[in-house]
């Protein structure tokens, strides 16, 4: 898929997010408890060409290119609980050199589904749900449908330390369960650590508009391709087989606080690895490391 297409498709996929509340969404799971609060979230990347390769063979080079936007409010049901709702698109586009087993596109359509319940001052626990289609859309049936999960507990230590523990699930993936443990920590005025698996990072407070950061991130996902997806490469075990695709990158970073209510942030750096695991066939496609850039909006009202 050429470069003009993949942004147009972004652009559509943005403009669906924004329409209804004008603002864009949250990243990750974890959610404010302030009742009637809504997030959202829009963002742009792309990971410069490498050499991809199966065991001893050599494909070529393969970039990739994501886009994803995404909403999520909280309506608060009694003073203990609330329920969170929302929706996320994601779409990941692949150039594909010839011969190599992998889709020029992966896609999600999912809904967000979920509870926070207050335990007492200090405790918080939240459980989360994202049903929905993770395909390559090329044929759609009831294969393609998947829900993944989270539960997330935080412990508010003291004022500025916060525990945080639990666990990412997605039976499809070929680690279906990754802990999601650490702490964020606001070490001094100016700094925060939010060292956290999968995506650690610090930040450093400039003044009150900007903020500088430096992190890691590992990134797991899951799709079921098409039925005839593999004879297309001499494969026909590949036929509507699941595809775990994975990522992790480190990188540096910039947030500017635009107003009270939207941020904009960007980041590069390197994308260590990627790959393309049939896990069902013990076959696993990776590339070699690579440059990154990622664009994000986010709001909250």
Do not use: C
């Not at 004008?22 to 410069?48: H, L, T």
């Not at 309506?75 to 609330?82: D, L, P, T, Y």
């Not at 480190?250 to 049939?278: N, P």
Request: hydrophobic letters at 40%; charged letters at 20%.
């Amino acid at each position: 898929m050429k470069w003009n297409q993949r942004v147009g498709i972004f652009m559509v996929m943005g403009g669906l997010g924004l329409n209804a509340h004008g603002q864009a969404a949250p990243r990750a799971g974890v959610v404010s408890d302030k009742g009637g609060k809504g997030q959202s979230y829009a963002e742009f990347s792309y990971v410069a060409p490498s050499s991809l390769e199966l065991g001893s063979t050599e494909f070529g080079d393969i970039d990739t290119s994501a886009a994803q936007v995404s909403y999520q409010a909280m309506i608060r049901g009694s003073e203990s609980v609330s329920w969170i709702a929302g929706v996320e698109l994601k779409g990941i586009w692949f150039d594909v050199p010839s011969g190599a087993p992998v889709p020029d596109g992966l896609y999600e359509t999912s809904i967000r589904l979920g509870a926070l319940w207050r335990i007492s001052d200090d405790w918080r626990l939240q459980f989360m749900a994202s049903p929905g289609l993770y395909s390559d859309m090329k044929d759609i049936d009831s294969g393609d449908f998947n829900a993944t999960g989270l539960v997330l507990a935080t412990w508010q230590l003291r004022p500025r330390l916060q525990l945080i523990g639990g666990l990412a699930v997605n039976f499809r993936n070929d680690v279906p369960v990754i802990p999601a443990l650490g702490a964020r920590w606001q070490f001094a005025d100016d700094w925060t650590l939010l060292a956290v698996y999968p995506a650690p990072r610090i930040e450093y407070a400039v003044d009150e508009a900007w903020t500088v950061f430096a992190g890691a991130e590992i990134v797991r996902s899951a799709y079921r391709v098409a039925e005839d997806y593999g004879d297309a490469f001499g494969r026909p075990e590949l036929n509507g087989e699941d595809l775990s695709y994975n990522e992790w990158r480190v990188g540096l970073g910039v947030r500017w606080q635009a107003t009270d209510s939207v941020s904009i942030s960007i980041d590069g750096g390197w994308t260590g690895q990627r790959e393309f695991v049939y896990d069902e066939r013990d076959i696993e496609l990776e590339s070699d490391g690579a440059p990154y850039i990622q664009i994000g909006v986010r709001g909250t009202y």
